[in-house]
């Protein structure tokens, strides 16, 4: 490598204005299928083939994830089909999505002498 990279040589010419004049956007350039391949930004995913997922913060107990994680890879997705297979049995999966499940609170009532 050199030392002072900045400076152009052979195989990298310093820009004249006329190479800046007749320069045009990359996009502009490429075939249409390189600049749809390439448009998406980093870390992002194109379309889903089956429903979105939600991110959720879960606290489980830590016994549970090595048990999971020790399994390999796509342990998440186990642990996923195995709450669905729950909810399923359990008759969670029946309530519309718009609603949310609460839990139902007991009044005690107080002892009377």
């Given at each position: 490598?050199?030392?002072?990279?900045s400076r152009p040589d052979r195989d990298?010419?310093?820009?004249?204005?006329?190479?800046?004049?007749?320069a045009r956007p990359l996009l502009?350039?490429?075939p249409k299928e390189a600049v749809e391949a390439i448009k998406r930004y980093r870390g992002q995913r194109g379309p889903q083939k089956s429903p979105t997922k939600k991110l959720v913060s879960l606290r489980v107990d830590r016994e549970v994830v090595e048990a999971y994680r020790a399994t390999g890879?796509?342990?998440?997705?186990?642990?996923?089909?195995?709450?669905?297979?729950?909810?399923?049995?359990?008759?969670l999966d029946r309530?519309?999505?718009?609603?949310?499940?609460?839990?139902?609170?007991r009044t005690?009532?107080?002892k009377r002498p």
């Open positions: 490598m050199r030392k002072n990279a990298n010419p310093e820009w004249t204005e006329e190479d800046f004049r007749r502009d350039v490429l890879p796509g342990w998440q997705t186990r642990a996923n089909d195995a709450l669905r297979a729950y909810a399923k049995k359990a008759g309530q519309p999505p718009s609603r949310r499940r609460t839990a139902k609170r005690v009532a107080a």
